[in-house]
């Protein structure tokens, strides 16, 4: 069993920074994919960014290309998300979640495709 617990969210104003960290506890982080969604009140879950198990490949989606950052530390079962240039609509509950496959070289999109969830941070940015 994995357990994923993020932390960093906040309150920040629009143009600020915060940085998320995704801690695992369980075996064998170093061998899988990690990735970042996010979900604002109404609106569905959507992928924000992810990472394979080496680190070797990142994916972000439109809209935070340039501002958000994603990297892993094997050594410590932690995933980050450096987030700068806040805009109010990056305003969402955050989650970290891990693939479901193993050495996966790529980085997939849809939520079905990751098995473990964290249970979210908040982030809201104001205007």
């Known amino acids: 069993q994995v357990q994923l617990v993020e932390s960093g969210g906040g309150l920040v104003q629009a143009g600020g920074s915060l940085r998320l960290s995704c801690a695992a506890s369980?075996?064998?982080?170093?061998?899988?994919?990690m990735g970042w969604f996010r979900q604002a009140p109404g609106k569905e879950r959507e992928f924000v960014t992810g990472i394979t198990w080496d680190g070797g490949t990142t994916s972000y989606r439109d809209g935070v290309k340039g501002r958000f950052t994603i990297s892993r530390d094997n050594g410590k079962n932690t995933v980050y998300l450096q987030m700068n240039s806040l805009k109010s609509e990056d305003t969402a509950a955050y989650y970290c979640a891990q693939y479901r496959n193993a050495y996966s070289n790529y980085v997939p999109r849809d939520q079905f495709e990751y098995h473990y969830w964290g249970q979210g941070t908040q982030v809201t940015v104001s205007s």
């Open positions: 369980g075996q064998l982080f170093s061998n899988f994919g």
